[in-house]
């Protein structure tokens, strides 16, 4: 549990923020009568109990990739601090997903004192008017505002339940799923509620299958409220209600659960589209569209890290043969495991894409060339050593593979590209089956080969 009930207007979080930035920023905190905590980990927050920020700063450099469950971790457990996001890569995309996750302001490094200042007094004021307004329906705003920026379904669910605790001021609220042979209660809200508790409560009521749309009773001096959603398939339990429940209330609350599913159904298709247009329909894998973004994005976090990376270009070799001796379908499934088998060679921060026919990409991210040489040679031996079974099959193959260093041998997408492409042809025509490095002589061998 990262936090306690008691809330404090007085403290202003950091996390992952660097140490030369603590005595400006605490004197500016100072002059706005403010004090300052700082902590360099998610895992030190959860150490200790701590009193409830006003706001929180995160340094999102310091975060592991994906960022997504970070910031959805951290929006869990400070869901009434005000969050600013700082970071010395200005992307577009990691801006948006930060808003998009519940922050209120993304700044760029280095940050003045007095921007820092301007972006957390507006956030004071942010908070100050929301305290101030308390009425139903100026909650309600509030509420429907933060689903619609939530980025992931998990984020809508648990803004919907943080808003229908308070609305009710209830014990809790859980969402449930009507799975078979029983609900699954997919999250609660704060978290440490009673699951246990919930179950009993469900079965009690012989909600075991599709719920009805909506149910209130009373317990031992409380009232609990279901509301069923998703055409019955799902459905929110607010127990604990300690007054009686307001017909106002209630009608809130389901305009509330609507807006939900509507959040929810579009990040559903959102998630398609983007799956259609970015990944590859076969392997499962990124396509060459998404290359580009990747590609683009490596080289500003290196630029602003100084930090090298690799391309990898993959070919599997004899390919043609194997989809000619056996078919396209079972040559289609070998393609889908020789995908995995690379990827599974790979730490969790590269990206593997299928670029086209039997040829993959891998971006190695954060990586000198003694790294590189070592994951390729790593990958090379699994594919080699590996015997693939495949419709009843037993299949074996090699790949050959070529590397391109950034900024060593190139400083934009299409040289990197087309220089790892060389050093997998290279590796090809020698012998097959090896790794070769980007050398300037292969544009001479080249040439001289194109002369004879």
């Keep these: 549990m990262f936090i306690s009930s008691k809330r404090s207007q007085q403290t202003v979080l950091f996390l992952g923020a660097s140490d030369e930035m603590r005595h400006p920023y605490e004197s500016l905190l100072a002059r706005m009568n403010l004090k300052a905590e700082w902590v360099t980990s998610l895992g030190e927050l959860s150490q200790t109990k701590r009193e409830i920020p006003l706001a929180v700063i995160v340094d999102i450099d310091s975060l592991s990739r994906p960022l997504e469950p970070h910031l959805e971790n951290l929006r869990f457990h400070f869901p009434k601090s005000e969050m600013i996001a700082i970071s010395s890569v200005d992307s577009a995309p990691t801006a948006l997903l930060v808003i998009r996750s519940g922050f209120s302001d993304f700044l760029l490094k280095p940050i003045s004192p007095e921007e820092l200042h301007w972006s957390i007094k507006k956030a004071i004021q942010k908070n100050e008017l929301f305290q101030k307004l308390q009425e139903p329906e100026t909650q309600l705003v509030r509420a429907l505002t933060q689903i619609s920026s939530s980025s992931t379904p998990s984020l809508v669910r648990l803004s919907t339940l943080e808003f229908l605790q308070d609305f009710f001021k209830s014990k809790g609220a859980g969402w449930v799923s009507f799975t078979q042979p029983a609900p699954t209660i997919m999250c609660s809200y704060p978290k440490g509620a009673d699951e246990n508790e919930m179950r009993v409560t469900l079965t009690q009521l012989k909600m075991t299958h599709s719920p009805p749309p909506a149910v209130t009773w009373s317990t031992n001096e409380t009232q609990q409220v279901f509301l069923s959603c998703l055409e019955n ?38 998630e398609e589209v983007k799956q259609l247009s970015f990944v590859d329909e076969l392997t499962g894998l990124y396509n060459s569209r998404y290359l580009r973004h990747a590609l683009a994005s490596s080289i500003n976090r290196s630029k602003a890290k100084g930090k090298n ?57 954060g990586m000198e060339l003694e790294g590189t040489k070592f994951i390729a040679e790593r990958m090379r031996l699994a594919v080699e050593r590996r015997v693939f079974s495949i419709h009843g099959m037993k299949l074996k193959t090699t790949i050959s593979i070529g590397i391109a260093m950034y900024p060593e041998h190139a400083k934009d997408q299409d040289s990197l590209l087309k220089l790892a492409d060389m050093a997998m042809y290279s590796a090809k025509e020698l012998s097959r089956n090896t790794v070769h490095i980007y050398t300037p002589d292969l544009f001479t061998d080249k040439q001289e080969k194109a002369a004879s």
């Design 233 to 270: 398939t799902q459905g929110i339990l607010i127990w604990g209600i300690p007054q009686k429940i307001e017909e106002e209330t209630l009608l809130l609350s389901k305009t509330l659960l609507e807006h939900a599913e509507l959040s929810l159904l579009n990040l559903e298709k959102f």
């Design 309 to 365: 990376f690799a391309v990898l270009f993959i070919d599997v070799d004899y390919f043609k043969s194997i989809n000619t001796a056996h078919g396209h379908i079972v040559g289609s499934d070998f393609l889908i495991a020789i995908g995995r088998s690379i990827k599974n060679s790979v730490r969790e921060t590269d990206v593997v894409f299928r670029y086209g026919g039997d040829e993959f990409v891998v971006i190695l991210n």
